[in-house]
């Protein structure tokens, strides 16, 4: 109800996020490395869905893939256990792709959805390959990455995660129909989109494509922006559902590093960041928007429900 959860840990500006360079995570999901879950015989997390069974959960292993990833960094890259539990969920995420390179994820959890990937786990996952590729070297790291790309940008009506509007595209992390775009899964999938560019740029014949679709991306990011904007807080989503208080920090502290890593949208995303951050600066707003989102998941429970 509150919001808080291993889902729900804190996180801020990576500490080791650099623009322009292909070292920390945009985001500090350090917090992630912590599993006190479930694993396999191999230590991977186990999550389990509501009836009990136990799932590789594709956003669980990559994100506390990309927690390792930024321990290792913060050691000076010494922390050898943090390197190596890295290189083992690298490893698993290039095992765990589909033949067209997608994370089949709400499938996992019996969420009936427009597509069966999700933008957010599939460009999660770039993140993760194209890092695994920049320390080992292995060419099938970075090919792996290269597959990912298939249903991320592929739309929604082919299995993908991308919608065309007026604007641009619109990476969907649950793609419906309706659509409902949600505001931190979007960026998430933008983050994926610049790590390939980052690692492949100069050698592979996508990379035209990519910067062409990851330019598209952020104009309708930007433009969209009105739409997460309730008046005194941020939506989680363009379907009014208020975002809790730790989603209304993700989303300021995303659009920091957003901010730092596309100079050309700096003023606009800029200009939001602030926004919310005055909002969330308000006592009263920030009890008006707690008070709200209880009303709503009560009244509309979420769908998906992991442990």
């Known amino acids: 109800m509150a919001g808080r959860s291993y889902w729900h840990a804190e996180q801020g500006l990576g500490r080791q996020f650099a623009p322009g360079q292909l070292l920390g995570y945009y985001n500090d999901l350090t917090a992630k490395a912590h599993w006190t879950g479930p694993v396999d015989g191999d230590g991977l997390p186990l999550n389990q869905d509501v009836q009990g069974r136990f799932i590789y959960f594709p956003t669980t292993l990559l994100q506390k893939a990309l927690g390792h ?24 995420a290039l095992r765990a792709q589909d033949e067209n390179g997608g994370y089949p994820i709400w499938p996992l959890v019996g969420l009936k959805a427009a597509s069966p990937h999700s933008a957010m786990s599939q460009g999660e996952g770039i993140s993760v390959l194209v890092r695994a590729y920049h320390l080992t070297q292995r060419e099938e790291y970075l090919e792996g990455a290269r597959r990912a790309l298939g249903p991320l940008l592929a739309a929604v009506q082919q299995g993908g995660t991308c919608r065309v509007c007026p604007e641009g595209l619109v990476l ?31 050698r592979t014949q996508d990379a035209c494509r990519v910067e062409a ?27 009014g559902n208020l975002a809790s208080p730790f989603y209304h920090q993700l989303h300021i502290a995303q659009f920091k590093a ?3 890593t596309f100079p050309e949208h700096a003023e606009s995303l800029r200009w939001w960041r602030q926004l919310f951050e005055h909002q ?3 006592r009263l707003n920030c009890t008006k928007a707690v008070a709200l989102k209880v009303y709503q998941k009560l009244r509309r429970p979420p769908e998906v429900v992991l442990r």
Do not use: M
Request: a negative charge; one cysteine or more.
């Open 69 to 92: 990833w930024d321990r290792w960094l913060e050691s000076g890259r010494t922390y050898e256990a943090d390197r190596a539990a890295f290189l083992k969920l690298a490893g698993w």
């Open 172 to 202: 969907e992390e649950a793609p419906q129909e309706p659509h409902n775009t949600i505001l931190n899964g979007w960026i998430f999938a933008l983050y994926g989109l610049y790590d390939y560019l980052l690692a492949a740029k100069a």
């Open 213 to 239: 679709a990851l330019q598209a991306s952020l104009r309708a990011l930007v433009a969209c922006l009105p739409q997460f904007n309730a008046g005194f807080w941020s939506y989680y989503d363009t379907s």
């Open 258 to 260: 957003l901010e730092l």
């Open 280 to 282: 969330a600066a308000s």
